[in-house]
């Protein structure tokens, strides 16, 4: 088991509403990465936080955003909630940035937009 | 764009028997490959990491192979158990982002 936390675990919301999900990365690590995984898919890469700036962003529209924190511990908020946002969330901390270091995950925040 | 491509979608074996996951790309510009297993509903476990430099990584059971140029990877693993049974992913990193293919849903049969 990794040392990445996610909270909450399960969330309900209704479409048009706004949502903040929690990431605490492994000790010593300052990269944290945040996927969204649609059922039976891969994950798909949301964007990549190192050293508290974004640093790098998949296909997702700005209404996805995030932050992490000098402790390096990262948010992801989504606005104006939608149908097809319902997934598992996943963070990943990683010890560097460049994507090039394993990348451990933690265990999701399932989200359901009604 | 890189696309990445998992084939079969889903397996079943009885146990004891040795298998082979494959896992194909689109663009060998790639950094790393990553293997990972993911139980129902829950996040990912790494398994394996190969640099592009490496053609393979064991570890226990576990054997993958990276064919940078044909822009294939393989996982094989050995004797076969139903603990086993889970979702395997693969993902490349050409150096922005991962990117995962679909997944192999693997059933060991006791």
């Known amino acids: 088991e990794t040392g990445v936390t996610q909270s909450p675990t399960h969330l309900i919301k209704t479409r048009g509403q706004q949502v903040t999900l929690r990431c605490s990365s492994q000790?010593?690590?300052?990269?944290v990465s945040w996927y969204q995984q649609a059922l039976g898919q891969g994950p798909q890469f949301i964007f990549q936080y190192y050293r508290e700036e974004e640093n790098g962003r998949g296909n997702f529209p700005p209404r996805f955003s995030g932050l992490q924190f000098p402790n390096y511990s990262s948010e992801l908020n989504v606005n104006a909630l939608e149908l097809d946002d319902s997934s598992l969330y996943l963070c990943?901390?990683?010890?560097?940035?460049?994507?090039?270091?394993?990348?451990?995950f933690g265990p999701g925040t399932r989200l359901t937009v009604l | 764009k890189q696309e990445v491509t998992q084939i079969p979608a889903a397996l079943s074996v009885p146990e004891g028997e040795n298998l082979v996951l494959n896992c194909s790309f689109t663009d060998s510009a790639i950094y790393n490959l990553q293997w990972f297993r993911q139980d129902p509903g829950k996040g990912l476990t790494s398994l394996l990491l190969i640099q592009s430099s490496q053609r393979e990584q064991t570890s226990g059971r576990l054997n993958a192979s990276l064919d940078k140029s044909s822009g294939r990877s393989t996982l094989y693993i050995a004797a076969s158990q139903p603990g086993d049974s889970a979702t395997y992913l693969c993902?490349?990193?050409?150096?922005?982002?991962?990117?995962f293919g679909t997944g192999t849903s693997l059933t060991v049969i006791p």
């Open positions: 000790s010593g690590h300052n990269t």
């Open positions: 990943a901390s990683s010890l560097n940035s460049g994507h090039t270091d394993t990348q451990y």
């Open positions: 993902a490349v990193t050409p150096g922005n982002q991962f990117y």
